[in-house]
């Protein structure tokens, strides 16, 4: 599975923005999705997770009410559009999957896409 995401940029606070992943490969295989970020000097977190049919999300509670996560399976597309955006959102953000039945240290992960946000 190979993972690319895009849509990443400058954009100034209380704006939008909207990053995509596209999957390839075996695709078939991929369970839950989600999106991560890391800003300098602190951990990787968990910003937003979507399963394969779509139906449960989560969130961040930092980021709840103004992002949303979704996916489209035919597309082989995961999606986080991203409003009302604050400085503190500013960071690396990486896309990520889980496959079926596997641990997760056997997850892969996107290449990430820088998200920075003036104030």
């Known amino acids: 599975v190979q993972l690319v995401e895009s849509g990443g940029g400058l954009v100034q606070a209380g704006g939008s923005l909207r990053l995509s992943c596209a999957a390839s490969?075996?695709?078939?295989?991929?369970?839950?999705m989600g999106w991560y970020r890391q800003a300098p000097g602190k951990q990787r977190e968990l910003v937003a997770g979507?399963?394969?049919?779509?139906?449960?999300?989560n969130y961040a509670d930092s980021v709840k009410g103004r992002f949303t996560i979704s996916r489209d399976n035919a597309k082989n597309t995961m999606y986080l559009q991203m409003n009302s955006l604050k400085p503190e959102d500013t960071a690396v953000y990486y896309c990520?999957?889980?496959?079926?039945?596997?641990?997760?240290?056997?997850?892969?992960w996107g290449q990430g896409t820088q998200v920075t946000v003036s104030s």
């Open positions: 979507i399963t394969r049919g779509g139906g449960t999300t």
């Open positions: 490969g075996s695709t078939f295989s991929i369970n839950v």
């Open positions: 990520n999957a889980e496959m079926w039945g596997l641990d997760p240290k056997y997850d892969y």
